[in-house]
Each structure stands twice: as C-alpha cells, then as structure tokens.
C-alpha cells in the first residue's frame, strides 16, 4: 500500500474508492458502513449500489493498470459503460469564465457514477487523467498518482512493492 501523497483534484475520490479494497488481505472498506457512507452508498436498502460502487472500482482499477502499461487483472465491464448513465453539467462562473463539469444531480452525494464521471472530466482537462495509476505489483494494484518527472512510475511504493519487484529481479539473477 502507498505512502504517497493523494492525487489532485477530483481524483482523490477515483484513488480512494480503487483503495477501498485491499487485494492482498481481501479486507474490503465497502463491507462496512464507514466505508460505505464514505462514498454515499446507501444502508440496508443499498446492497445494489454497493454491488456497482464495487464494479465500477475494478473498472477503474483496469484503467489505471491500463495508464501504467500493465494488462487487465480481470475481465470487466468497460468504464465508458458505467459512466454513460451518469450525466454531467457544464457550469460556467460569470466572475471570471471558468468552466467546469458537475454532476446533473444536485444533490450534495449524487450518485457516484456521475461524482466519479465529474472527477475523470475534471482530470482530462487538467492533464492529469493518465497519471493516476495501479501498482504493477498483482498482489498491489493499489491506485496511486505518479508525480514522477518523467510519468513512468511502477509501483505504489518503492519502498514496498517497488523493493521487492527489484530484490526478486537481482535474486532471479
């Protein structure tokens, strides 16, 4: 797991709820009710929104692999799929003309497809959609933003995953 400072933006919450599971423990943070009013997801009526927070994190965790150069984990349900029932809003501030994207749902949690979809269109136009990335590690994949010069960052860690991706390399050697 990462040691790293959050993404930007909107992306904490892409890199939060990727997060949200651990792959090498299987402890899941959907599975309890902070976990879930984290995200907004619903209480006993909202096994089906967990259900879909839960396929729309995998989703993502597929992009991120995808941004770092690493092959899907698993097969999932493409994230333009998810995200085409979310709708946004372009608002635009009379003060200075800046323009920005939001949930069509006003309210505070809108769903959070479309907080998620916000976030992507938020970080495409900031240049920073592909840098939010997955440990190549398979016992990782942890969500992590890549700060790194020149964008080619690995690992959640190079203190973690990263040392021992390059121990077991000189070890193979």
């Not at 909107?10 to 976990?35: M, W």
């Not at 995200?39 to 995808?66: K, P, T």
Request: charge should be neutral.
């Amino acid at each position: 797991m990462s040691e790293r400072t959050p993404a930007p933006g909107g992306l904490v919450l892409i890199q939060s709820l990727v997060n949200t599971l651990d792959i090498e423990t299987g402890a899941d943070a959907l599975d309890t009710a902070d976990g879930r009013a984290r995200f907004g997801l619903g209480g006993d009526e909202g096994e089906g929104e967990v259900e879909s927070a839960r396929e729309l994190r995998e989703s993502l965790r597929v992009v991120c692999l995808a941004h770092a150069g690493h092959p899907a984990h698993r097969e999932v349900r493409p994230l333009d799929e998810l995200l085409a029932s979310a709708p946004l809003v372009v608002t635009v501030a009379a003060a200075d003309g800046s323009a920005a994207f939001r949930p069509a749902d006003p309210a505070p949690l809108a769903p959070l497809a479309s907080r998620v979809a916000a976030a992507v269109a938020e970080s495409l136009t900031a240049g920073t959609w592909l840098r939010l990335k997955a440990c190549e590690a398979p016992d990782c994949h942890w969500a992590y933003y890549d700060r790194s010069p020149a964008g080619r960052g690995r690992w959640c860690s190079m203190s973690g995953c990263g040392a021992r991706a390059k121990m077991r390399r000189y070890r193979a050697k």
